[in-house]
C-alpha cells in the first residue's frame, strides 16, 4: 500500500483514558478506542480489550455501561484545530499526557434524524505525532470536495416566529465559521427581494444559496434560481415542453418559518443546526420540481404540494386569518371540513413507467433510494447527449382521461411528510425520478372524507378507499368544469350569503363556488385550469434524504465523550 494511503495508529488520550487511534485514509474513517480500561488497568492489555469490547456489547444492549469504540467518517468531521493553550487539570495523568493536542468537531446522530456537532480533544505526547495526526487530518478533508467553501445567504426576518435572524446569528454563523465557510448574507426587506436578488448576482462566486426562513422563503429562493438559470440559457418558461436548464447549484434550508416541509422531508427534521450541518459537510439530493402553465403561460413552479379543492380552499380561508399565526391551518382545516365542497372538471394524466415505483408500494424513499439513483443515471446520460426532452415524451404518451367530481385533488411532489402529517399526503413518493402522485378523491360523504384524512396520521393506507384513485404521473391537465368568467360571476352572488355552511351542491348554501382554487406549495393561484410538468432533477438541495432508522448511538459510530 502506497505510504500516503496507509492508516496513521498511534496511542493518544481522551481525557484521562489511553486510546487506539487509528485514521483509515482508505476506508476515510477516524477511530479510536480505549486500550487500557480503569477497572482492568493491571490485567494485561488484550483482556481488558476484550472484556471492555463484551461491556461495550451487553452496555448496548441495556444500555446501562458505555461503548468504548468510536468512528466517525472523515465527511463528516466539521472541523480540526490545534489546541495551542495548555489546560491546567488535577489529575496527574493527565498533566503527564496533555502536552500537545488537537480537537476534532464532527457531526453525530443524537436523535432520529437530529445531528449535533460534537468535539473530542486527542492528548499526546510527542510534538510530531501530534502534527502528523493534525496534518493526516486536514488533508483529507481538503479531499472532501464536494464541501462549500463561500455561500449567498438570504434570511427572511418575518417568517415563521420572526426568529430568523437569530437563529442564523446564534446557531447556523457560529457552525459556518468554525468549518471555514464565509458568506455573503442578505436580511431581505420584502417579498422577491431574494428573488429579485438571484437574477443579478454573480452566482459564480458562490457554492450554495442559503434559505432561512420557511416555505414560502424557500420558493422564492427556488424560483429565483430556476428563472435565472432559463434566463442565462436562453429558455423560455412560458412554453410548457420546453426542458428547462437544471440549476448547477446548491440550495440549503434553514427552517425558520410556520410551515418547513420541504426541509423535513429532505432531511427528516426541521431543526437548524441538523441542516447547517447538512450543508456544512456538503450533503446533495436531487429534487424534482413542477412547472404550472395556464394557456401557454407560466404560471409558477412547485417542489412540493399542488392541491385543488380541500387544499386550495383551506389555504383560501387561512389567508384571512394570518394574525392566527400557524393554527390558522387547524381552524381553516376544520372549517373546510365543514363546509364539504366538491368541484367538477377534467383531469388528463400521463402515467410514468412501471420501474418507477407506484403510490401504493410500501417502501419509502430514503437516503441513496435506488429508483432515484437509477433516475439520476438516466437523466445524465439524456442531458448528455441533449435528449431531454419533454415534447417526445409527451407525444409517446398515453393520455388518460378522468372526469368528475371531486374533493380534492392532490398532486405530490414528495412525501409532504410534516410534523403534522409524519406519513404525508403520498409516503411513497419519491424525491428524483421525474414524477408526481396524483390523487383524486371523488365526491363522498363527510364520515369518508373525514375516514381518508384521518389515514394521513395514522398506519392506515389512506389511498384504500373506494373514492380515492392515485396514479404517478408525468405531467396532467385540470380544466374546470365551469369557465373561470363563471366562477367569477357566481362568487360576486355568493358574496351576498357569507358564512353559511355549504351540503356540498352549493346551491342551498349560497356560497357559491363553482370551482377552487390551486394551493401551489401554499401560495394560492390565479387559476383553475392548469397544465403541470414534472422536470426531473431541476433543482439540487444540501441534503441526503431521510436516514433509515438512523440510531443515534451504533457500536462503532460516533459516541459522545
Ligand atoms: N422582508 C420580507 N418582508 C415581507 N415578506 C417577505 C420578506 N422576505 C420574504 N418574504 C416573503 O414571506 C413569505 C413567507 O415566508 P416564509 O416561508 O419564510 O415564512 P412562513 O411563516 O413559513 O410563511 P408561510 O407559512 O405563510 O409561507 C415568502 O413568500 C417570502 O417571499
Known amino acids: 500500500m502506497e505510504p500516503a494511503r496507509r492508516p496513521l495508529v498511534s496511542q493518544l488520550w481522551v481525557k484521562n483514558r489511553c486510546c487506539e487511534g487509528v485514521l483509515d485514509r482508505g476506508r476515510g474513517a477516524l477511530s479510536w478506542e480505549e486500550l487500557q480500561p480503569r477497572p482492568q488497568r493491571d490485567r494485561g492489555l488484550c483482556l481488558a480489550r476484550v472484556l471492555h469490547r463484551a461491556r461495550g456489547l451487553i452496555g448496548r444492549l441495556t444500555e446501562q455501561y458505555p461503548s468504548v469504540c468510536h468512528s466517525v467518517p472523515i465527511s463528516e468531521i466539521i472541523a480540526i484545530e490545534a489546541e495551542t493553550e495548555q489546560k491546567r487539570c488535577n489529575s496527574v495523568t493527565w498533566q503527564k499526557f496533555k502536552s500537545h493536542s488537537f480537537k476534532v468537531h464532527y457531526a453525530q446522530r443524537v436523535q432520529k434524524n437530529r445531528w449535533r456537532c460534537c468535539e473530542v480533544t486527542f492528548w499526546c505526547k510527542d510534538e510530531e505525532l501530534c502534527h502528523q495526526w493534525i496534518q493526516a487530518i486536514k488533508e483529507l478533508l481538503e479531499l472532501q470536495t464536494s464541501r462549500p467553501k463561500h455561500l449567498l445567504v438570504y434570511i427572511n426576518p418575518y417568517g415563521g416566529k420572526q426568529q430568523g435572524k437569530q437563529i442564523y446569528e446564534q446557531k447556523v454563523a457560529p457552525l459556518f465559521s468554525l468549518a471555514s465557510i464565509t458568506t455573503d448574507v442578505i436580511v431581505t426587506e420584502r417579498a422577491d427581494h431574494a428573488k429579485d436578488n438571484l437574477f443579478e448576482v454573480n452566482l459564480e462566486k458562490y457554492d450554495g444559496v442559503i434559505s432561512v426562513g420557511g416555505d414560502g422563503m424557500f420558493s422564492e429562493v427556488m424560483h429565483g434560481l430556476i428563472g435565472r438559470m432559463q434566463k442565462d440559457s436562453g429558455i423560455d418558461q412560458n412554453n410548457p415542453i420546453a426542458p428547462l436548464a437544471p440549476c448547477n447549484i446548491r440550495i440549503g434550508i434553514i427552517p425558520a418559518g410556520s410551515t418547513d416541509c420541504i426541509c423535513y ?264 385550469a392548469v397544465e403541470v410538468r414534472v422536470h426531473c432533477q431541476l433543482i439540487k438541495l444540501f441534503a441526503r434524504g431521510i436516514e433509515e432508522d438512523s440510531k443515534p448511538e451504533d457500536a462503532c459510530n460516533p459516541i459522545r465523550v
Open 265 to 528: 422531508a429532505t432531511v427528516g427534521i426541521n431543526d437548524p443546526v441538523t441542516s447547517t450541518l447538512h450543508i456544512i459537510i456538503g450533503d446533495l439530493q436531487f429534487m424534482d420540481v413542477c412547472s404550472v402553465h395556464h394557456n401557454n403561460t407560466f404560471v409558477k413552479y412547485s417542489a412540493s404540494l399542488l392541491g385543488y379543492g380541500f387544499y386550495g380552499d383551506v389555504l383560501k380561508d387561512s389567508e384571512k386569518n394570518r394574525w392566527m399565526g400557524p393554527t390558522r391551518y387547524d381552524f381553516s382545516g376544520f372549517k373546510t371540513f365543514l363546509s364539504h365542497h366538491y368541484y367538477e372538471g377534467t383531469v388528463s394524466f400521463q402515467q410514468a413507467n412501471q420501474t418507477l415505483g407506484s403510490p401504493r408500494d410500501k417502501s419509502t424513499c430514503r437516503s441513496g433510494c435506488n429508483i432515484c439513483k437509477q433516475s439520476t443515471q438516466e437523466v445524465e446520460e439524456k442531458r448528455r447527449q441533449h435528449h431531454y426532452n419533454l415534447e417526445e415524451t409527451e407525444h409517446n404518451a398515453d393520455w388518460k382521461v378522468i372526469r368528475g367530481k371531486f374533493m380534492a385533488i392532490n398532486a405530490a411532489n414528495m412525501s409532504c411528510a410534516c410534523p403534522r402529517s409524519p406519513k404525508g399526503v403520498s409516503p411513497a413518493a419519491h424525491l428524483a425520478t421525474g414524477t408526481i402522485d396524483l390523487i383524486l378523491v371523488r365526491n363522498c360523504s363527510r364520515l369518508n372524507f373525514l375516514r381518508h384524512l384521518i389515514r394521513h396520521r395514522n398506519r392506515d393506507d389512506q389511498f384504500d378507499l373506494a373514492f380515492v384513485d392515485v396514479y404517478r404521473v408525468r405531467a396532467f391537465l385540470f380544466t374546470p368544469k365551469h369557465s373561470e368568467k363563471e366562477d367569477t360571476d357566481n362568487k360576486d352572488v355568493g358574496k351576498k350569503h357569507f358564512n353559511q355552511i355549504c351540503n356540498g351542491n352549493h346551491s342551498s348554501c349560497g356560497c357559491n363556488h363553482v370551482n377552487s382554487i390551486w394551493n401551489c406549495d401554499g401560495e394560492a393561484l390565479d387559476h383553475a
